[in-house]
T-cell receptor, first 111, second 114 residues
Framework: DQQVKQNSPSLSVQEGRISILNCDYT??????FLWYKKYPAEGPTFLIS?????DKNEDGRFTVFLNKSAKHLSLHIVPSQPGDSAVYFC??????????FGKGTRLHILP | DSGVTQTPKHLITATGQRVTLRCSPR?????VYWYQQSLDQGLQFLIQ???????AKGNILERFSAQQFPDLHSELNLSSLELGDSALYFC?????????????FGPGTRLTVL
């Protein structure tokens, strides 16, 4: 049973446009959400997070939106750059519990 | 560079064998986590140690075990290996134990079971 779902295995976006990566979760106890980015042959690196008391968190070109009623979050990257091409993992956790990761979405930024 | 090191980078072995993966956390981090990433799968949490003690267990098979030593490095032991154990194994570390803390991942060990 997948508690964190990333339904798009891959996404292609033109350089300079907005990339939107989506994530759905099923566990209503989750109250902290994270995005990790992974390049080939490297471990995932933390990108941005959001607590359930917020509905938006912004860090430079990256913004995460949380819709608790829909159990949905999204990561927006604006503008998209070639270096953003990577696999993005959505993750969620409940207080003092392990982090559950989604399967990831591979983002391709097209020149 | 996350500061987390994992050895070896690649491991090729045969079914039925036993291997040990090693992880050194970032300096000062007391928590170590192990994850498995199989083909087309997300990162599956296996087990967490905090300051030498097992803290949380995930989808870890009985054939797998781990420990964290006094110097805080950790080892993941995989025995009676099967073809399906072929995967990337990541170690991550964080300062404390709760999941609100960012985890820093190592580069992973790629295990191939033939």
């Amino acid at each position: 049973d997948q508690q964190v779902k990333q339904n798009s295995p891959s996404l292609s976006v033109q350089e300079g446009r907005i990339s939107i990566l989506n994530c759905d979760y099923t566990n209503s106890m989750f109250d902290y959400f994270l995005w990790y980015k992974k390049y080939p042959a490297e471990g995932p690196t933390f990108l941005i997070s959001i607590s359930s008391i917020k509905d938006k968190n912004e860090d430079g070109r990256f913004t995460v939106f949380l819709n608790k009623s829909a159990k949905h979050l999204s990561l927006h990257i604006v503008p998209s750059q070639p270096g953003d091409s990577a696999v993005y993992f959505c993750a969620a956790s409940a207080w003092d519990d392990k982090i559950i990761f989604g399967k990831g979405t591979r983002l391709h930024i097209l020149p | 560079d996350s500061g987390v090191t994992q050895t070896p980078k690649h491991l090729i072995t045969a079914t039925g064998q036993r291997v040990t993966l090693r992880c050194s956390p970032r300096s000062g981090d007391l928590s170590v986590y192990w994850y498995q990433q199989s083909l087309d799968q997300g990162l599956q949490f296996l087990i967490q140690y905090y300051n030498g003690e097992e803290r949380a267990k995930g989808n870890i098979l009985e054939r797998f075990s781990a420990q964290q030593f006094p110097d805080l490095h950790s080892e993941l032991n995989l025995s009676s290996l099967e073809l399906g154990d072929s995967a990337l194994y990541f170690c991550a570390s964080s300062v404390v134990t709760d999941s609100y803390n960012e985890q820093f991942f190592g580069p992973g060990t790629r295990l191939t079971v033939l």
